[in-house]
């Protein structure tokens, strides 16, 4: 993968459903269907191959999923889902190859040895909101709002429940599945849906800035502190502790752990070998 990749604003309109662009260790993946970036099934298996590339390329240390235009993303491409009704099994095959597409890709960023931070300008609903659940971290613009409407078109969002309930309160993520209504920035900070709310001109370059630091750290180190941070969570509280223990130990004979360590106290800057 070429260590820069620049688009056009008039190839982008309806060239490609994903945009890339990988900058010093740093892979922005833009979501670009237009107008709503449905997760339709082209833009859910362009995300799984760009996912899958970013996790063998040593030259990708963070991966931030942005969006082009006023919405993050509307969920489902219901549309596209209707259309397959007139099939002889009323859409059954297509309905389970959707969700199945669906689970495997918030899956991938949940296993990907890589931080993935989700950058959000605009309404994140329904799938769209589990993307951005199912993210390591949340930063977004104070106009950005949220929700998972299906029970009010007679859907429950039952596949962005497992993503949103996992990030959210208990209580607040049933609030949201029941109403279905929308809940603004601050609300959903409340919530733990997102880590920060920025003022959109500053989005962009904070969401850079978080992504810069990450990239900074040993690559062998995050893929460890995430792989254990999701396999700890939700176990019992003993079992986690053995769990994190073996990997501390694991970690700490990691050459990085050792030049980490050693720069640290010898007052240098590591040099970081991913091993």
Same mark, same amino acid.
């Given at each position: ?48 191959? #760009?996912?899958? =590339? %970013? @996790?063998?390329? /040593? ?5 931030? &999923? ?6 993050? !993303? ?28 669906c ?59 497992? #993503?949103?309930? =996992? %990030? @959210?309160?208990? /209580? ?5 599945? &029941? ?6 920035? !601050?609300?959903a ?44 969570i ?42």
């Amino acid at each position: 993968m070429a260590d820069v990749v620049s688009f056009r604003k008039e190839d982008c309109e309806q060239a490609t459903p994903l945009m890339e662009a990988l900058n010093d260790g740093v892979l922005r993946l833009t979501l670009n269907n237009p107008p709503a970036n449905a997760l339709s099934i082209a833009l859910m298996e362009a995300l799984l191959a #760009a996912l899958d =590339r %970013a @996790a063998t390329d /040593k030259a990708v240390r963070v991966v931030i &999923l942005a969006a082009a235009g006023k919405l993050f !993303s509307a969920g489902h491409d219901l549309k596209e889902m209707t259309a397959h009704r007139a099939d002889a099994d009323r859409g059954r095959a297509f309905f389970e190859k959707t969700m199945r597409l669906c689970a495997d890709l918030m899956l991938k960023i949940t296993h990907l040895p890589k931080p993935v931070i989700a950058e959000i300008d605009g309404l994140a609903t329904a799938a769209g909101c589990q993307l951005v659940a199912s993210c390591d971290l949340a930063i977004c613009t104070d106009t950005s709002t949220f929700c998972t409407p299906g029970v009010n078109i007679g859907l429950f969002c039952s596949t962005p429940m497992v #993503a949103i309930s =996992r %990030a @959210a309160h208990r /209580k607040q993520a049933m609030e949201m599945l &029941l109403t279905g209504e929308t809940i603004d920035a !601050s609300t959903a900070k409340d919530f733990g849906l997102v880590n920060r709310i920025v003022p959109k001109q500053y989005l962009v370059q904070v969401v850079n800035k978080y992504a810069s630091v990450i990239a900074s750290k040993s690559p062998l180190t995050l893929k460890i502190g995430k792989e254990a941070f999701y396999r700890q969570i939700d176990v019992p509280l003993e079992a986690a502790y053995d769990y994190a223990a073996g990997v501390m130990v694991e970690n700490m004979l990691a050459r990085d752990a050792e030049e980490g360590i050693g720069a640290f106290l010898g007052k240098r800057n590591p040099e970081w070998k991913g091993e």
